[in-house]
Nanobody, 119 residues
Framework: QVQLVESGGGLVQPGGSLKLSCAASGKVVVFNAMGWYRQAPGKQRELVARITSGGKIDYPDSVKGRFTISRDVAKNTVYLQMNSLKPEDTAVYYC?????????????WGKGTLVTVSS
């Protein structure tokens, strides 16, 4: 089965940068979309960035201009470069992958990596 494993989280100061990685393993598959979500305590999980197989990229206004999503198809890996980090970016960041099948859509999630932005 497919597994998504995130890495790169940690503690950074406001204004700092961090790069997250998400590597897919297991069944070889071309995902229709891959992206990043985050969830802070007391808040709902929210989209951070998403990239489709067609190259369409989505960012919410909260991260636009600061975060950049990219992918390495050969390595089946998606990245999230985070710059100018703010305390409100503190959350568990989850990798997500979507596979659209004829009858059943498949939604895969990593276990998350914690990003803490604090001085």
């Amino acid at each position: 089965q497919v597994q998504l494993v995130e890495s790169g989280g940690g503690l950074v100061q406001p204004g700092g940068s961090l790069k997250l990685s998400c590597a897919a393993s297991g069944k070889v598959v071309v995902f229709n979309a891959m992206g990043w979500y985050r969830q802070a305590p007391g808040k709902q999980r929210e989209l951070v960035a998403r990239i489709t197989s067609g190259g369409k990229i989505d960012y919410p206004d909260s991260v636009k201009g600061r975060f950049t999503i990219s992918r390495d198809v050969a390595k089946n890996t998606v990245y999230l470069q985070m710059n100018s980090l703010k305390p409100e970016d503190t959350a568990v960041y989850y990798c997500n992958a979507v596979l659209t099948l004829p009858l059943v859509p498949m939604d895969y999630w990593g276990k998350g990596t914690l990003v803490t932005v604090s001085s």
